[in-house]
């Protein structure tokens, strides 16, 4: 059975700092299309709407990937975890 290649960008928390913290999540992503183009089949994020946030991560992140040009049957996205620890589990099933 052939292993998953792929590379999953965790989520960042907006609210204490969000310009930062959106400038780290959008780093992330462009190191995950990075990857892609190195042969990496897919992009995981998994992050649902924190409170407070207007967006969940995993919503950014698609966002931001399709503005790199990453087609969608690469991207594996979710709005189903609130910790990085829920987003490695999950993560790691996928």
Excluded: C, N, W, Y
């Excluded at 700092?17 to 183009?37: H, Y």
């Amino acid at each position: 059975m052939r292993g998953f290649d792929g590379v999953q960008v965790l989520g960042k928390e907006l609210r204490r700092d969000p310009s930062r913290a959106l400038t780290e999540l959008r780093a992330r992503t462009a190191a995950a299309a990075v990857a892609l183009r190195l042969g990496a089949e897919a992009v995981v994020s998994l992050e649902a709407p924190l409170r407070g946030q207007p967006m969940a991560g995993s919503q950014i992140v698609r966002m931001d990937l399709e503005k790199l040009g990453v087609p969608p049957h690469q991207m594996i996205l979710d709005t189903q975890t609130r910790s990085t620890r829920e987003e490695a589990v999950l993560g790691a099933r996928i």
